[in-house]
């Protein structure tokens, strides 16, 4: 039986217009995107309707999945109130700037505002052609639209900012890659799809009206303090590299490897965007790199604040003209902000270390102490994952220490370290049994590992949704043990290793 939508919701139920749209990007001058509605397509299938998620919009789940739902996020329907806009933005590439990118194969239907007054872009990815498609044809395979549902649903529940997934219908048409394979669309939601290279659009041929227009939006929607700032410019700036600062640490303290980060793909509001070759590591090395196309091994995971780093200077860049002053003295401004990044990343990062090994108090070593344990694994193939988790249940019993030592290739790697961490904890004030809740709501036991994600794929290609449904269910509640389903925690045999992720566009 499918719950009724809570009372709230009823109340906010508009049968002439099933999906509340409020848009405001739209109402930006028309170089800012392309008017284009979603191409249609053969056959629209449901594969899935995030139902809370829905509710949480104020869209009736229902409605979703009935037929004329499914129409409008398989893209042959235009809902009431929806807008549809192919975006215009520019990018670093790998280092490289195209002027322009944009959206070649999605469509913004519109924007909602939720029950809290958060507003949201509605958005399908998969959707066709647009002015921006280049030489692709708009289109998105089956694997990497459930690719991004699980992932972003799963980085949601493990507490991570983020796009999230609304929605997963098969088009009933075939997309050629490699091979022939399934179309799908998977409907976006997003605090925006403002990126830094949104902003390197205006820039770069120096539309300083269009410029300001976007940065004045930048701030209206997601930074309005930044208007009281003597520079509001130089303060958008500061609260994005907060935000993404705080963003890198939260995927570095849970093995995350986004695999594609360029600036098109860095989200101005300090969201996870773009699933494409992402992945989390199974054995941790900083070195670890997924994605097909980064030979180089320039998003590998221990590269991940440099380039952020990196993208906020683009970002900067892109802002000077705004800010401030003569062009050397904004220059200034912003180099002085940039500078702060490292600090505020670090300030994150070693509060989610401590967090993750059990410190409540904060004392000079804890970070030697992580990086110790860090070097530990990455030397002995440590699984990231599961070497959190045994320890938070080792931090208050040693009688657990086995479960950690036997993740190292030499168990005897980790007694030393063992040692030391446990002199540290004879310093903390906080009970055992506290400390051990505490990691356990910090070191998740369930993560979507790549070689679950394949094999839900796969079995989606050959048509049975089982293991998708499964794999979405146990990520729900990546703290919680879920005994029936453990055999998700496990790490990959040897066998069953992916080696290599693929962008699917
Ligand atoms: P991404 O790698 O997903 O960040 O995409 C980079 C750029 O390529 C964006 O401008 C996308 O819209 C575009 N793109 C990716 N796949 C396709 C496709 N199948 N058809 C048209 N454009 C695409
Ligand atoms: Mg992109």
Known sequence: MTPAPSTALAARLDPAAPIPFDNSYSRLPDRFFERIAP???AAPRLIKVNRPLAVQLGID????????GVAILAGNAVAAGSEPIALAYAAHQFGHFVPQLGDGRAVLLGEV????GARFDIQLKGSGRTRFSRRGDGRAALGPVLREYIVSEAMAALGIR???????VLTGEPVMRESVLPGGVVTRVASSHLRVGTFQYFAAPRDLDGLRALADYAIARHYPQAAQAEDRYLALFDAVLGALADLTASWMLIGFIHGVLNTDNTSIAGETIDYGPCAFMDAYHPDKVFSSIDQNGRYAFGNQPRIMKWNLARLAES????IAGSEDEAFKAASARLGTFDARYQEAYLAGLRRKLGLAEALDGDLALGEDLLAHMAANRADFTLTFRALSEASA?????GEVRQLFSDPAAYDGWEQTWRERLTRER??????????RAVNPKYIPRNHRVEAAIAAAENGSFALFEELNAVLANPYDDQPALAHYAEAPAPEEEVQQTFCGT
Not at 113 to 116: E, G, I, M, Q, R
Not at 162 to 168: G, I, P, V
């Open 319 to 322: 802002l000077l003209p705004l």
């Open 113 to 116: 505002v939720d029950a809290h």
């Open 397 to 401: 019993d040693p009688a657990h220490d």
């Open 162 to 168: 983020t796009t999230r997934s609304l929605a997963a």
């Open 430 to 439: 906080q009970r055992p049994e506290a400390r051990r809740a505490a990691m």
């Open 39 to 41: 191409t249609p397509v």
């Open 61 to 68: 789940p229902d409605f979703l999945e009935s037929e004329a």
